[in-house]
């Protein structure tokens, strides 16, 4: 028999998704067969899948030893280095600058050089994050970016906050803005663009029948005939939105060969700029409304400003 007494990163899940958390090797079939069976309780009583498990909560586990052990892998993210570029940091969450190239986690290959180890590296060597002390949580990202894509990630310190962040970016309550340089004259100046994407391999395609619907606004900040420095604003957070739409309208990003673009001009250039905060007072981040964080102008990516430079 073994016990678990949850802690305050482990309260609000499911009692199904903590244990798998917890010991990956504990088949899912056998886990609810256990539960099944009142091998598994909570507080000494027979519990269901679907129970939410709060701070304090005792697991009692009746099953193989076998299935029990820890992962072996834990601390595998101090193989990557630890260097960040922090824009805004508290005691919930980490706001960083993610460069041009880097994995924003770990692909399917299992690369380990990814934005979400080097943040699990940083908050350990701060003391913020010790793997040995937790049961099922591991400090996580609430956005993604592209691997080509510059810009802002943010990720969750502990349980609540990551929690409170994903829901708030769930209830568009997270405003995210790029920069993008587009080729060619824009027109008109200002719009939205609502299309329905799919994704098909390692691409985005528009498919009215099958897609997900997806819409972004954009302004025009400065243009020539060559190309247009554009402002985003996602308003839904699709695979290579922004890439595909504008490729939709015949304005691909400056150097997304992918989606189009001409392949002599350059790099991709695109960046995650700027964050603003809409939260719902009853959310634990609600204090965030009073910020907007963003990269100041000086510390945008090369790319852009040498394409700027060169196309407007």
Known sequence: MKEIIIANNDAGQRVDRFLMKAFP?????????????KKIKVNRRRCEISQRLNEGDSVLLFIDPRFLQAPQDKRDFLQVPAALDVIYEDDNILVIDKPRGLR?????????????????????????????????????????LDRNTRGLLIAGKHARALRDMNAAIRAHEVHKYYLALCEGRLSPDAGTITLRHRKAGTK????????????????VLQQREQASLVLVELHSGRFH????????????????????????????????????????????????????IELPAQRLPRSLRTAMDRHV
């Open 204 to 219: 985005a395609l528009v498919d009215e029948h099958e897609g997900k619907e997806c819409s972004l606004s954009y302004q």
């Open 104 to 144: 924003s986690q770990s692909d399917a290959q299992g690369a380990q050089d990814c934005a979400v180890n080097r943040i699990l590296h940083y908050l350990y060597e701060k003391g913020g994050y010790d793997p040995d002390q937790e049961q099922s949580f591991v400090p996580a990202l609430c956005n993604r």
């Open 241 to 292: 939105q922004i890439r595909a739409s504008f490729a939709h309208v015949r304005h691909p990003l400056v150097g997304d060969v992918k989606y189009g673009a001409d392949p002599h001009q350059g790099s991709q250039s695109l960046c995650a700029f700027r964050l603003s905060f809409s939260i719902a007072m009853d959310n634990s981040l609600a204090y965030l409304n009073e910020r907007i």
């Open 25 to 37: 090797a504990l088949p899912k079939s056998y886990l609810y067969k256990a539960v099944r069976n």
